[in-house]
């Protein structure tokens, strides 16, 4: 089953609006977990890495006020869309890794954005 | 900088035929790959791994094989299904974080 919980698998919003996005470990603790970014027939771009209890580590290009991450327990991370535009259409996918899986990912079923 | 590509964009083979794909890196520093299945509209799964000292490790149908002399990695499927179809990336993890190839779209032919 499901390790990694993400929701909502889909939305669709107004250009301006905000837009959350929650990513949940099921029966384990994440102390980390990664935010990233795939557009059609692309490969995944990490966006971000979100850290439980302190500010989240954004890569390069990627801006911070723009995507907010919250990791406020160790079992759930947000990923706020703010001020969407429809260039932020795209799928959203978050993951951590599981206690024993060494450093292989499990990853959330993805959320479609799409911005009109 | 690193990075982590494939080699062929596309694969398509018969059901029941082995399927071979391929990657390759550029960061001789990487000591451990993943490869993972991304069947359209859901997230990646997790498919096998392999450590930078290792050449070889075997799943249940499928064989990672590394060749770090030419920053080299493959990922065999035998008898390949119907549900094998599905996007193949590659990923080499290090520094707390992962980093994907481009994909290789494999297409079964019943």
């Given at each position: 089953?499901?390790?990694?919980?993400?929701?909502?698998?889909?939305?669709?919003?107004?250009?301006?609006?905000?837009?959350?996005?929650?990513?949940?470990?099921?029966?384990f603790?994440?102390?980390?977990?990664?935010w990233?970014?795939?557009?059609?027939?692309?490969?995944?771009?990490?966006?971000?890495?979100?850290?439980?209890?302190?500010?989240?580590?954004?890569?390069?290009?990627?801006?911070?006020?723009?995507?907010?991450?919250?990791?406020?327990?160790?079992t759930?991370?947000?990923?706020?869309?703010?001020?969407?535009?429809?260039?932020?259409?795209?799928?959203?996918?978050?993951?951590a890794?599981?206690?024993?899986?060494g450093?292989?990912?499990?990853?959330?079923?993805?959320?479609?954005?799409?911005?009109? | 900088?690193?990075?982590v590509?494939?080699?062929?964009?596309?694969?398509?083979?018969?059901?029941?035929?082995?399927s071979?794909?391929?990657?390759?890196?550029?960061?001789?520093?990487?000591?451990?790959?993943?490869w993972?299945?991304?069947?359209?509209?859901?997230?990646?799964?997790?498919?096998?791994?392999?450590?930078?000292?290792?050449?070889?490790?075997?799943?249940?149908?499928?064989?990672?094989?590394?060749n770090?002399?030419?920053?080299?990695?493959?990922?065999?499927?035998?008898?390949t299904?119907?549900?094998?179809?599905?996007?193949?990336?590659?990923?080499?993890?290090?520094?707390?974080?992962?980093?994907?190839?481009?994909g290789?779209?494999?297409?079964?032919?019943?």
């Amino acid at each position: 089953g499901a390790v990694v919980s993400q929701h909502p698998s889909w939305v669709i919003c107004k250009s301006g609006t905000s837009v959350k996005i929650e990513c949940r470990s099921l029966d384990f603790q994440a102390t980390t977990m990664f935010w990233y970014r795939q557009f059609p027939k692309q490969s995944l771009m990490l966006m971000a890495t979100s850290n439980e209890g302190s500010k989240a580590t954004y890569e390069q290009g990627v801006e911070k006020d723009k995507f907010l991450i919250n990791h406020a327990s160790l079992t759930l991370s947000t990923l706020t869309v703010t001020s969407a535009h429809p260039e932020d259409s795209s799928f959203y996918i978050c993951s951590a890794s599981f206690p024993t899986r060494g450093r292989g990912l499990f990853f959330g079923s993805g959320t479609q954005l799409s911005v009109l | 900088g690193e990075s982590v590509g494939l080699h062929l964009p596309t694969l398509s083979v018969q059901e029941g035929d082995n399927s071979i794909i391929n990657c390759a890196y550029s960061n001789s520093a990487s000591d451990y790959f993943i490869w993972y299945k991304q069947e359209s509209g859901k997230g990646p799964q997790f498919i096998i791994d392999i450590r930078s000292n290792m050449d070889k490790r075997q799943g249940q149908r499928v064989t990672v094989l590394l060749n770090k002399t030419v920053k080299h990695l493959s990922l065999q499927i035998a008898a390949t299904q119907p549900g094998d179809s599905a996007v193949y990336f590659c990923a080499e993890s290090g520094a707390g974080k992962s980093t994907f190839g481009d994909g290789t779209t494999l297409t079964v032919k019943p």
